[in-house]
């Protein structure tokens, strides 16, 4: 079959490799109809995860048809029509029993790599580096899909891709953002990064019931889309590197009841600090440039909630600890668990208070994967979300 | 060398511990193990994979067994590596689960052997039996070892691209 494959910093290449097999007898081959691009990808892209070998597979927001299953699969059969959540999740474990999907005992077996960085370890995700797993990826004609009674969500005919693809990951993600926040009539939220996770983070906000949501991004492009939506936008560039002020402004001086950095390690900005940030991760002594996040953590008002769905994967300096300790800063996180969102979030998809199929901006056929990853990366073209076909 | 490994499972002890005591099911989880045969007055014989196609044998007898509990055993004279160990079943707190614990103790011989076990134990002994139990933790709570692609061949600690094997099984050699 044909598959993306990492071949090294800002290098994919779609090439010939060997059809998925069964491997375990819990797992499923799933015939791909529709894939995208993550921003989370771009960071492999760039060469900021660990782990990654020559010949891997991208690829963890999938959908398609089920074309073989493994002899323990009882739920799903050849033929039926599926979205897979990103998390790879064996539904019997600790964690996964209480809704923690993304944090699967079971699942990654190369535990023992992300023991050594982050203490314990997480389940495994599709195609997103060795430490979480080393599965191969769905930016593929066919991917193995395990635990294909637990993961896979069946999706009804006569309902497009692009509506209910991005329940795999972007939706769910920026739906899990919104939903830490804790929203409360009259509240509102500030959200910095206006990609496809921020904007399913502004329309899930106002699902949750935010009077106002605020944005900031730099992109123009990716703040109309967000104004689209009904929320007020701030392009930090044009703020004189007074964003917080600026913010203030906007609430009352008081700050807004909860932020969300749907930013992660590849922050821009920040000033003299910024420079450092790009310094230090250029050679390694800090794995992640924090810029979003201690902004939101001096943004948000005292006694409020800060909501973290961008990616870090190790080290950060210069965090403004202080000033969440002694504000009273409640901080939620984490990969979302896209298996306890995705009922609820199909059912709003087919009564009609969300067409997820905004964000898809591009749509290109599986071939031409790396000139996708190329307009994602350098926001040409006023890409936000590339959907290929393989 | 000793090593010692705790991981929780959502089983009884019971379970757990039936399941252990039958020494000819412990290769469904311990990689290098090729097989465990039973030969009577808590006596076993164990049969270990090493690298180059070659195998190190012992055999082993139960010293301690108690009932959902505890097993303890000790290899016998003339083992190619010499060892014991205990593994313990105990109730975790608020019914969730059973913590499982191993301790090991092992001599690997010097000499062309000696280098061969520490090629057996991956040069990581305390990894592998964690990755071992890890491995028992799987295969009682999802029926299977979990693989993905890059964790195929041998050792799980040794990697291969992220993407589907040729075929599979994968050949002897691999």
Redesign the interface.
Same mark, same amino acid.
């Given at each position: 079959m044909k598959?993306n494959?990492w071949m090294g910093t800002k290098n994919v290449e779609v090439q010939e490799?060997?059809?998925?097999?069964?491997?375990?007898?819990?797992d499923a081959i799933v015939q791909i109809s529709s894939t995208a691009i993550c921003g989370s990808d771009l960071h492999m892209y760039n060469g900021l995860l660990p782990t990654m070998?020559?010949?891997?597979?991208l690829g963890h927001e999938f959908m398609g048809e089920i074309v073989e299953v493994g002899r323990?699969v009882k739920n799903l059969k050849v033929g039926d029509r599926v979205i897979v959540p990103f998390p790879i999740s064996?539904g019997?474990?600790?964690m996964c029993?209480q809704g923690l999907f993304s944090g699967c005992?079971?699942?990654n077996?190369?535990?023992?790599q992300q023991e050594l960085v982050w203490g314990h370890a997480t389940g495994?995700v599709y195609?997103y580096s060795?430490m979480l797993?080393?599965?191969?990826?769905g930016q593929a004609q066919y991917a193995?899909v395990?635990?294909a009674d637990v993961n896979p969500l069946k999706i009804p005919a006569g309902i497009e891709d692009e509506k209910v693809l991005f329940l795999t990951d972007a939706f769910p993600t920026g739906y899990f953002a919104a939903h830490n926040c804790d929203i409360q009539p009259g509240d509102t939220i500030a959200i910095w990064g206006a990609g496809p996770i921020g904007q399913f983070a502004t329309r899930s906000a106002f699902l949750l019931g935010a009077e106002r949501v605020i944005v900031i991004d730099r992109v123009d492009y990716r703040l109309q889309m967000a104004r689209d939506a009904g929320a007020e936008t701030v392009n930090f560039e044009e703020t004189d590197g007074l964003l917080l002020d600026v913010i203030k402004d906007m609430t009352g001086g008081r700050g807004p009841d909860a932020c969300i950095d749907a930013v992660g390690m590849q922050a821009t900005g920040g000033g003299l600090l910024g420079v450092m940030d790009h310094v230090k991760q250029a050679v390694k002594l800090e794995t992640d440039r924090p810029l979003a996040l201690r902004e939101v953590m001096m943004a948000v008002r005292t006694g409020g909630r800060v909501s973290i769905v961008g990616d870090y994967a190790g080290l950060i300096d210069n965090v403004p600890f202080g000033a969440v300790m002694n504000r009273g800063i409640t901080m939620r996180m984490g990969q979302a668990p896209v298996q306890k969102y995705y009922h609820e979030l199909l059912d709003r998809i087919l009564k009609g208070e969300i067409d997820p199929s905004f964000v898809a901006t591009h749509t290109l056929p599986l071939d031409e994967t790396p000139r996708g990853y190329e307009l994602m990366d350098n926001k040409e073209d006023g890409c936000v979300k590339v959907v290929l076909k393989p | 060398m000793n090593v010692k490994k705790t991981v929780?499972i959502?089983s009884s002890p019971e379970e757990l511990y039936n399941f252990w005591h039958n020494f000819e099911n412990l290769p469904r989880f311990m990689q290098h193990l090729e097989s465990v045969r039973v030969t009577g007055d808590g006596r076993s014989h164990w049969k270990a994979k090493a690298p180059a196609g070659q195998t190190v044998e012992w055999d082993a007898q139960v010293t301690e067994d108690e009932p959902n509990r505890l097993i303890g055993w000790h290899s016998l004279e003339g083992a190619d590596v010499q060892n014991s160990g205990t593994v313990r079943f105990t109730p975790a707190t608020g019914g969730?689960?059973t913590v499982v614990q191993v301790e090991m103790q092992y001599d690997a011989p010097g000499g062309p052997l000696g280098v061969l076990i520490a090629k057996l134990f991956n040069e990581e002994p305390d990894?592998q039996v964690?990755?071992d139990l890890?491995a028992f933790? !799987?295969v009682m +709570?999802?029926?299977?070892?979990?693989?993905?692609?890059?964790?195929?061949s041998g050792t799980?600690?040794k990697?291969?691209?992220? !993407?589907?094997? +040729?075929t599979?099984p994968l050949p002897e050699s691999a």
């Open positions: 598959a494959c490799v060997p059809d998925p097999k069964i491997l375990n007898q819990h070998d020559r010949g891997d597979v323990e064996c019997n474990c600790f029993k005992e079971n699942t077996p190369n535990a023992w495994g195609g060795h797993g080393g599965y191969a990826g193995r395990p635990f | 929780t959502e969730r689960g990894q964690f990755e890890r933790k !799987q +709570e999802t029926g299977e070892v979990v693989l993905s692609d890059a964790t195929l799980r600690l990697q291969r691209p992220g !993407q589907p094997p +040729e599979w």
